[in-house]
Nanobody
Framework: QVQLVESGGGLVQPGGSLRLSCAASGFTFSSYAMSWYRQAPGKERELVAIMSSTGGSSNYGDSVKGRFTIARDNAKNTVYLQMNSLEPEDTAVYYC??????????WGRGTQVTVSS
């Protein structure tokens, strides 16, 4: 069955870094665009970053541009999110999503990121 398993979340001080990973299985990873979303308490889920199936293009939410980097390894069926210069406002549950067209959409269960001193 399809699985997206996020890891790498945790507690980090402001200005620190974390690297999230999302391991995929059960579908043809290299055919899917991969993205990271986040949801903070009381807020709507928002797009953080998205990368095309080949890795040739990516895009970022305005609030993370210049600080976060998305990457993927199609040989390992894994997508990453490198997060630098973290701010308390980055505190949220981070979700991995796989999409192919409008109908094939898979979500992971999320990993908590807390930025606090």
């Amino acid at each position: 069955q399809v699985q997206l398993v996020e890891s790498g979340g945790g507690l980090v001080q402001p200005g620190g870094s974390l690297r999230l990973s999302c391991a995929a299985s059960g579908f043809t990873f290299s055919s899917y665009a991969m993205s990271w979303y986040r949801q903070a308490p009381g807020k709507e889920r928002e797009l953080v970053a998205i990368m095309s199936s080949t890795g040739g293009s990516s895009n970022y939410g305005d609030s993370v541009k210049g600080r976060f980097t998305i990457a993927r390894d199609n040989a390992k069926n894994t997508v990453y999110l490198q997060m630098n210069s973290l701010e308390p406002e980055d505190t949220a549950v981070y979700y991995c999503r796989a999409t192919r067209g409008a109908r094939m959409v898979y979500w992971g269960r999320g990993t908590q990121v807390t930025v606090s001193s």
